[in-house]
């Protein structure tokens, strides 16, 4: 196939790369050139702004079997690229994401569940409360330019080597530190969770089987308990794990989801009946590699990086101290 990415340089897009490139396809990046450039040098790279009329316009004169967008928030900038690209590609494959379904994750969601709206849908801002929102009008704008040709990818948490936010990433690292350490409710805690890899892969297949569709894509349920356990094992590291009350951790001032990551208060994943559901994707060829594999590449990824480059915003060694102080205290007799 001739592919072209809209990104393809940071996290999904560069493994979305490299399951092309693996597969023999032919490549063309459309990005920006601010996150790694000349990252692929065997591929057509096309430098430019989704947002500017003239650079997309570097597009005109070219066909692609598919088009793969991985920077879709604003569903008119969604509608730009993809009413340039009419005619010029066969396919449109937009990345979404679990977030468009607003109960998520209190509930059990298939890719039936109702999607979340604006009450001004000309909102552009990106926030925690309209990124779902927007995500879901983004899919309508690429749904709307190839309406039997469109294939929607609504991904969970995706982690793995070169993931910039570090949102899985912490517990490798923490746990590879060694010592006491300070994890959220309890090992029960269920957490999903899906390798870039995997679900790069099973993208590009499922283009070349010219597959369209809406398709959540997400990984098994993993304990919190089971992650920390394959990631001693992915260390060799001696420690401990001591599980705070989450209340007592808010009091604490520790931040979910960012401080101590996979973890939202009485929310995230607190039955495994409320995980994401995958049927759809698993019987299209959605296969998972090992928690041992994803944890074990993420540490020997994340031991190889500039420092400067870390961390974003989890728990500082200084703060976790003085919380499993505390809870020490606190438990006392």
């Given at each position: 196939?001739?592919?072209?990415?809209?990104?393809?340089?940071?996290?999904?897009?560069?493994?979305?790369?490299?399951?092309?490139?693996?597969?023999?396809?032919?490549?063309?990046?459309?990005?920006?050139?601010?996150?790694?450039?000349?990252?692929?040098?065997?591929?057509?790279?096309?430098?430019?702004?989704?947002?500017?009329?003239?650079?997309?316009?570097?597009?005109?004169?070219?066909?692609?079997?598919?088009?793969?967008?991985?920077?879709?928030y604003v569903p008119r900038i969604v509608r730009q690229s993809?009413?340039?690209?009419?005619?010029?590609?066969?396919?449109?494959?937009?990345?979404?994401?679990?977030?468009?379904?607003?109960?998520?994750?209190?509930?059990?969601?298939?890719?039936?569940?109702?999607?979340?709206?604006?009450?001004?849908?000309?909102?552009?801002?990106?926030?925690?409360?309209?990124?779902?929102?927007?995500?879901?009008?983004?899919?309508?704008?690429?749904?709307a330019a190839f309406p039997d040709a469109a294939l929607i990818?609504?991904?969970?948490?995706?982690?793995?080597?070169?993931?910039?936010?570090?949102?899985?990433?912490?517990?490798?690292?923490?746990?590879?530190?060694?010592?006491?350490?300070?994890?959220?409710?309890?090992?029960?805690?269920?957490?999903?969770?899906?390798?870039?890899?995997?679900?790069?892969?099973?993208?590009?297949?499922?283009?070349?089987?010219?597959?369209?569709?809406?398709?959540?894509?997400?990984?098994?349920?993993?304990?919190?308990?089971?992650?920390?356990?394959?990631?001693?094992?992915?260390?060799?590291?001696?420690?401990?794990?001591?599980?705070?009350?989450?209340?007592?951790?808010?009091?604490?001032?520790?931040?979910?989801?960012?401080?101590?990551?996979?973890?939202?208060?009485?929310?995230?994943?607190?039955?495994?009946?409320?995980?994401?559901?995958?049927?759809?994707?698993?019987?299209?060829?959605?296969?998972?590699?090992?928690?041992?594999?994803?944890?074990?590449?993420?540490?020997?990824?994340?031991?190889?990086?500039?420092?400067?480059?870390?961390?974003?915003?989890?728990?500082?060694?200084?703060?976790?101290?003085?919380?499993?102080?505390?809870?020490?205290?606190?438990?006392?007799?």
């Open positions: 196939m001739n592919l072209l990415i809209l990104g393809g340089t940071l996290f999904l897009g560069r493994h979305l790369a490299d399951a092309a490139l693996s597969r023999g396809h032919t490549l063309t990046l459309f990005h920006r050139g601010k996150t790694n450039p000349g990252l692929f040098p065997q591929v057509t790279e096309i430098l430019g702004d989704r947002t500017q009329d003239d650079d997309l316009a570097q597009l005109d004169g070219r066909h692609f079997d598919a088009v793969i967008d991985t920077c879709g993809a009413q340039r690209l009419v005619g010029k590609a066969e396919r449109y494959c937009f990345i979404s994401s679990v977030s468009v379904y607003p109960n998520w994750p209190d509930t059990s969601t298939d890719e039936d569940s109702p999607v979340g709206t604006l009450d001004d849908p000309t909102v552009e801002q990106v926030t925690g409360e309209t990124y779902g929102p927007l995500k879901a009008l983004c899919e309508q704008e690429a749904q990818v609504r991904p969970g948490l995706i982690v793995g080597p070169h993931d910039p936010s570090d949102r899985f990433t912490y517990w490798p690292h923490r746990v590879a530190q060694g010592g006491e350490i300070l994890a959220p409710a309890a090992a029960e805690l269920p957490t999903q969770w899906i390798d870039v890899r995997d679900l790069a892969e099973w993208t590009i297949r499922m283009l070349e089987l010219g597959r369209t569709g809406v398709y959540n894509a997400d990984g098994p349920v993993v304990s919190l308990g089971q992650l920390l356990a394959t990631c001693f094992l992915a260390s060799g590291a001696q420690g401990s794990v001591t599980y705070a009350d989450e209340t007592f951790l808010q009091e604490q001032g520790v931040k979910p989801w960012l401080e101590l990551p996979l973890w939202i208060p009485g929310v995230f994943g607190k039955k495994e009946s409320s995980a994401t559901r995958t049927q759809r994707a698993n019987l299209a060829g959605l296969t998972y590699r090992t928690a041992l594999e994803t944890v074990r590449d993420t540490l020997l990824w994340d031991q190889g990086r500039a420092t400067e480059n870390a961390w974003k915003n989890t728990l500082t060694p200084e703060k976790e101290a003085a919380v499993l102080a505390a809870w020490h205290e606190k438990s006392a007799p």
